[in-house]
């Protein structure tokens, strides 16, 4: 297959896809608090948490957790609009940017396997815990984005 007819389909499915986890996030927020809507303003303002709440919650981390807690796992595909040794900040169209804390722990994967190789304008796709809490980690980063 043509290489370039590739990077073409891959970069539309991460852009479709990036719209899909947004919107996974917000559908998973509302099923782990019946009635109330979810809130788009900005980032962790709708509950959610890493384990599924019984009989809503979906795959990927977005369901509630028994008994509340307002943070949990943020899968996304985004443009990096800023990074350094210590945290990257993605940016999705239309939404608000999320900063993440990059540890020793954090696995970089593509074509590059240090936070050095990321740049400013690369779209990757983001494993992010701690989601709505006050210290977010980035779990996983991969560049270029790859979509599951």
Do not use: C, W
Request: hydrophobic share 40%.
């Amino acid at each position: 297959m043509n290489p370039l007819v590739v990077t073409a389909v891959a970069m539309a499915a991460a852009v479709i896809g990036a719209g899909a986890v947004l919107v996974t996030k917000e559908l998973s927020a509302a099923a782990a608090a019946p009635g109330a809507t979810p809130s788009a303003s900005a980032p962790g303002s709708a509950p959610s948490a890493g384990a599924p709440a019984p009989g809503g919650g979906l795959p990927g981390g977005g369901g509630g957790m028994p008994g509340g807690g307002g943070q949990g796992t943020l899968f996304m595909v985004g443009q990096v609009t800023k990074v350094s040794s210590t945290s990257i900040t993605l940016g999705a169209q239309g939404r608000p940017s999320v900063t993440a804390a990059i540890t020793n722990s954090t696995r970089i994967t593509g074509r590059t396997a240090s936070v050095s190789g990321i740049k400013a304008g690369d779209l990757v796709t983001a494993q992010i815990t701690g989601y709505g809490s006050s210290h977010p980690v980035a779990t996983a980063i991969q560049d270029p984005a790859q979509m599951p």
